[in-house]
């Protein structure tokens, strides 16, 4: 039977029923149309379902939808402001870090994480890497994903 449950996505309060079988990232992506969920796996491996929840990042394909009832979620939708590109969206595009795209939004998500949770720190490319480890792309080379994360860590640094 159906429960009802509340998320804040982006900021903005969503209610919606759910099965309790339902895993977040499809009630993310199917029912709320949060596009930027991608799926790939469905078993945690791929990172393309990455969101913010609760200010960390989590892989929304092995939560069910009713673990996150009461969540605060971010997706790749609700990281610019006013038609600005994040610093991190930016700096994927300024480095190349996409080539199809497909796997961006969830880079993108766990990217935004790092930056943000070693904003008081210096960060070693080495230390993208492993926190990128669970990401997976096709077809980009992780250098650039690697130095795109480097250059918006250093630009949210100035900016602090
Ligand atoms: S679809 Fe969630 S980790 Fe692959
Ligand atoms: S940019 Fe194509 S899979 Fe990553």
Redo the contacts with the bound molecule.
């Keep these: 039977m159906g429960q009802v449950i509340t998320l804040k996505v982006n900021g903005v309060l969503r209610e919606v029923e759910v099965e309790p079988y339902e895993l977040l990232a499809d009630v993310l992506r199917d029912k709320l149309g949060y596009k930027g969920v991608k799926k790939g796996c469905w078993r945690g491996e791929c990172g393309l379902c990455t969101i913010i929840m609760n200010g960390e990042a989590v892989k929304s394909c092995i939560i069910l939808a009713v673990e996150a009832d009461g969540a605060e979620i971010e997706t790749v939708e609700g990281l610019a402001r006013n038609g600005r590109l994040s610093p991190v969206q930016d700096a994927y595009v300024k480095n190349a870090g996409?080539?199809?795209?497909?796997?961006?939004p969830g880079?993108i998500m766990a990217s935004e994480y790092i930056v943000r949770r070693n904003a008081n720190r210096e960060i070693t490319p080495g230390e993208v890497r492993s926190a990128l480890s669970g990401t997976i792309?096709?077809?980009?080379g992780y250098k650039q994903i690697i130095d795109s994360v480097l250059e918006a860590h250093r630009r949210i640094k100035i900016v602090r």
């Design positions: 996409l080539q199809c795209g497909f796997c961006t880079f792309c096709r077809c980009t």
